[in-house]
């Protein structure tokens, strides 16, 4: 009875409002995409995140500033974070083909 009481709870949220499951969402999708950003930057533990959010396909967005290997931060540029083998910034493509990425998964 209680395991049966435990696997309810991780199915439905254990009283949680649609609004606090969708935030926990967002924030584990948010994690994930933070987490694979860091993965393609030089200097992970430099990354610095803002204006995150989730896009209109799941994909988390954002920009994410980092440091080169001079040391330096290279300002912040914009990220899509589809999964680990498709997260792409901006730095990575050229301009046409990442704002035609960005239109289609974040806004």
Known sequence: ML???VISCGVV???KSAAEQQRDEAATL????????KEKVL???????????IGKKGAPCGEVN???A?????????????AR???LLA??????????????LCR
Not at 30 to 37: I, Q
Not at 91 to 104: K, L
């Open 43 to 53: 200097e992970p533990a430099s990354a610095q995140f803002r204006n995150q959010f």
């Open 91 to 104: 730095q990575d493509v050229a301009p046409a083909e990442f704002e035609a990425s960005w239109a289609q």
């Open 66 to 68: 980092a440091k080169d």
């Open 13 to 15: 949220g254990c009283g």
């Open 70 to 82: 001079f040391g330096a931060y290279i300002g912040f540029q914009r990220y899509i974070s589809v």
């Open 85 to 87: 083998e498709l997260t």
């Open 3 to 5: 395991l049966a009481a």
């Open 30 to 37: 948010t994690g994930l995409g933070e987490k694979y950003v």
